[in-house]
C-alpha cells in the first residue's frame, strides 16, 4: 500500500452506522515523517518569499510588540498608525486596521527580537505551524477516514491553501483548529474530561490567533450533545475566559473590545454574489469535479441521472456567473466582457457547481441508503461543518478570499475521502486526485511568489538608487510594494504627511506609483505639486499565472473577481500572434516640479 493509501487495522468502512468509532492500530512513526516530510516540502520552496499582502501588518504589530509586549496594537499615538487600504489617503491606527487579535504576531515579534526580521526566518515559523498543523490534521483524518495520509496531503498541498500561507494566520489557525478537535474527538469517544479542557485549550488558542475560530464553539456544542457527552461542553469554557481577558485588556488600553469594535458585515443584498463568489472559487481551486462525476457514474442508472442534473445545474450556474461578472444582459455578455476572463469564469463556475453538487448527491444517497440515515455520526458532524462555514462566508465575513474558505475545504476533502471508498480504481483516482490538486497549488503558489518577488526587486530597483543619491522619493501602492520601498528609505505617500514628520512634497522630489496597487486617491489632495512622467516601468512577469491583476485577487475576491487567473490579452487582428501576456502592473515615477495640479486618478 502506498504512503498515501489506508491505514492499516482501522476499523471497518467510515460509512457504517455508529455514531462513534475509534481507529484501533498504533500510529506507524513512518507516518510522522511522511506528515513532517509533506509539511516542509509545501512551505520550505518558498521560504524566502518576499513579504506580501497582509505579511505587512502583521510585522507592523510584531514591531509593536517588540517594543511594547503589553500593548500589541500601541494605543492611538501618530507613532503606531498605519496606511493600509485607506481611501482617504489617510493612516488609521493598528487597533482599527487589524482585525484580528495578536497571539500569531506575538511569536513572529519573538523571532524578530531574538533572530532579526529577514524572510526566511519568519517563514521558517510559518513552516513549523504549517508541520504541526499537518500532525493534527493526520490525527483527525484518521479519526474520520481510512486515508489519513491522503487526506492530510490533499489538505497541505490543496491549492486553497498553500499558495496563500506567506506569514498569514491560516497556518496556525488551521493546527489550532484541528488540534482542538482532535482533542474533542478523544472526549466524545471516551467521555474524559481531560481531552475536553485540551480542545477548549486549543480553541482558545485559535480564537486568539483570528477570530473565526469562534466557529469551533457550535462545532463543540454540535460534537458533545451529538455524540451524547454533555460532559464535553467543558470545552467552551478555555475560550471564553481568553475572549474574556483579551477584551478586558482592549477596554483598559482602548477603551472598547477590540472584537465589537469591527464586528460582521451582514448585508443580505450580498448573499447572491457572495454564493456565485464561493462556487467561483471553489471551481478554481479545488480539482474535485471529475472524479465526482465518475462516483456518479458508478453508482448506475440513478447516478447517471444525477449527473446529468449536475452538469445541467453547473451549465446554467456558470452562465448566470457570466451575466453577473459582465454587468450585461445576455446578448451583450458574449461580446462585451474579456475573451480570457469569460473563459476563467464559465470554467470556475461550472467546475465549483458540479463539485459541490455532485459531492452532495452522492452524499445524500449515501445517507439514504443506510437503516438509520438521519442517525447523528461522523458524516453528518462533516456535512454541519461544511454547511457552516459556508454560511459563515455567504452572510458574515467582511469580504470573500480562498484563505476564508479553508475552513469550508477541510472537511470537505474529508467528506470526500469517504465517499471515495470503495469506488473502482480507488488507489489510482486518489492518486490522480492529490496529483492534480498539488500541481494546481503549486502552479498557484509559483505565481503569487513571483508577484511578491517583482514588487520587492521593483522597490529596490526604483527607490534604492534615489534615495542613495540624496533625492527624496515618495511611494504610494500597498503590501509589500510599500513595506520595501519605506525599507529603502521612500516615504509613505498620503494626503497629510507633514503631520507625522514627513515634511510635504517638494519640487525635485520622486513619487513611485504603482497603478495596480495604489487604492487611495492619487494624487492624494487636490492642492498637490504638479507631476512630470519621467519613466514608465511596465511589471512584466515570466509566469502564466496570476493571483493579482486587474480584477483579480486570491486574498480578496470581490463580486465581479477571480482568484487566479491567466492573463492572456488580445493584440490585435493584425499581429502575428493574437493573445499575448500582459504586464502584472504600471510603475511610474513621477518628478515632482512645483506649481499646483489636479492629476486624473487614472493616471
Request: hydrophobic share 50%; charged share 15%.
Amino acid at each position: 500500500m502506498t504512503a498515501v493509501g489506508r491505514v492499516q487495522g482501522r476499523c471497518s468502512s467510515p460509512n457504517r452506522d455508529r455514531s462513534v468509532s475509534i481507529p484501533s492500530a498504533a500510529i506507524p512513526r513512518r507516518d510522522y515523517l511522511i506528515v513532517l516530510c509533506l509539511a516542509f516540502a509545501s512551505t520550505l520552496p518558498f521560504l524566502n518569499k518576499a513579504f506580501h499582502i497582509d505579511d505587512v501588518l502583521y510585522l507592523r504589530v510584531a514591531g509593536q510588540i517588540v517594543k511594547d509586549p503589553l500593548d500589541p496594537f500601541g494605543g492611538r499615538s501618530h507613532d503606531n498608525r498605519v496606511l493600509w487600504d485607506a481611501k482617504d489617503g489617510q493612516p488609521a491606527t493598528l487597533f482599527e486596521i487589524d482585525y484580528n487579535p495578536p497571539l500569531w504576531k506575538y511569536v513572529l515579534a519573538t523571532i524578530i527580537g531574538l533572530f532579526g526580521i529577514e524572510e526566511w526566518k519568519l517563514h521558517l515559523a510559518q513552516s513549523v505551524a504549517v508541520c504541526f498543523a499537518g500532525f493534527g490534521l493526520y490525527h483527525l483524518s484518521r479519526r474520520l477516514t481510512s486515508h489519513p495520509l491522503w487526506a492530510t496531503a490533499m489538505i497541505l498541498f490543496g491549492p486553497f491553501f498553500l499558495p496563500g500561507q506567506n506569514l498569514m494566520l491560516e497556518g496556525p489557525l488551521l493546527c489550532f483548529w484541528s488540534w482542538s478537535l482532535v482533542f474533542a474527538w478523544k472526549s466524545w469517544d471516551t467521555d474524559r474530561l481531560g481531552p475536553a479542557w485540551l480542545a477548549g485549550l486549543f480553541a482558545g488558542l485559535a480564537l486568539m490567533t483570528k477570530y473565526t475560530a469562534g466557529l469551533l464553539w457550535p462545532l463543540l456544542v454540535i460534537g458533545a450533545l451529538g455524540f451524547r457527552r454533555p460532559r464535553a461542553l467543558v470545552a467552551l469554557i478555555p475560550p471564553v475566559l481568553m475572549l474574556s481577558a483579551w477584551s478586558l485588556h482592549n477596554i483598559l488600553f482602548h477603551g472598547e473590545p477590540h472584537l465589537s469594535s469591527h464586528g460582521m458585515v451582514f448585508r443580505p443584498e450580498l448573499w447572491g454574489p457572495r454564493l456565485l463568489v464561493i462556487l467561483r472559487s471553489t471551481g478554481a481551486v479545488t480539482v474535485f469535479g471529475p472524479v465526482v462525476a465518475i462516483v456518479l457514474v458508478q453508482r448506475g442508472r440513478w447516478g447517471w441521472l444525477a449527473l446529468v442534473g449536475c452538469l445541467l445545474a453547473a451549465g446554467a450556474a456558470a452562465w448566470g456567473d457570466l451575466l453577473y461578472v459582465s454587468r450585461e444582459t445576455a446578448r451583450e455578455a458574449l461580446f462585451q466582457i474579456d475573451f480570457v476572463k469569460s473563459v476563467h469564469v464559465v470554467l470556475f463556475t461550472f467546475h465549483g457547481v458540479l463539485s459541490l453538487l455532485g459531492i452532495a448527491v452522492v452524499f445524500l444517497g449515501s445517507r439514504l441508503g443506510k437503516d438509520r440515515p438521519w442517525r447523528f455520526d461522523e458524516e453528518a458532524f462533516l456535512s454541519l461543518w461544511i454547511l457552516m462555514m459556508l454560511l459563515f462566508n455567504i452572510t458574515s465575513v467582511p469580504f470573500n478570499a480562498v484563505r476564508h474558505l479553508l475552513l469550508f475545504f477541510v472537511p470537505l476533502v474529508f467528506l470526500l475521502a469517504r465517499l471515495l471508498e470503495g469506488m473502482w480504481a480507488e488507489g489510482r483516482w486518489r492518486l490522480a486526485l492529490l496529483s492534480g490538486s498539488a500541481l494546481l497549488a503549486l502552479a498557484i503558489a509559483i505565481g503569487d511568489a513571483e508577484i511578491a518577488g517583482a514588487y520587492r526587486r521593483t522597490a529596490i530597483d526604483t527607490v534604492r538608487p534615489r534615495t542613495m543619491a540624496g533625492i527624496k522619493t515618495w511611494a504610494t501602492g500597498n503590501w509589500g510594494f510599500l513595506y520595501y520601498s519605506v525599507r529603502e528609505g521612500a516615504n509613505p505617500l498620503f494626503a497629510h504627511p507633514e503631520e507625522y514628520g514627513l515634511g510635504r512634497p517638494a519640487p525635485g522630489d520622486v513619487v513611485v506609483h504603482p497603478r495596480l496597487i495604489t487604492w487611495s486617491i492619487f494624487p492624494p489632495s487636490d492642492d498637490f505639486p504638479a507631476l512630470e512622467v519621467v519613466e514608465h516601468r511596465p511589471l512584466q512577469l515570466h509566469w502564466p499565472l496570476r493571483t493579482l491583476f486587474p480584477a483579480v485577487n486570491y486574498y480578496a475576491i470581490d463580486t465581479y473577481a477571480l482568484p487566479w487567473q491567466i492573463p492572456l490579452v488580445s493584440t490585435g487582428p493584425e499581429e502575428d500572434v493574437p493573445f499575448e501576456f500582459a504586464p502584472l502592473d504600471d510603475i511610474i515615477i513621477y518628478s515632482i516640479r512645483g506649481g499646483i495640479i489636479n492629476i486624473d486618478n487614472s493616471q
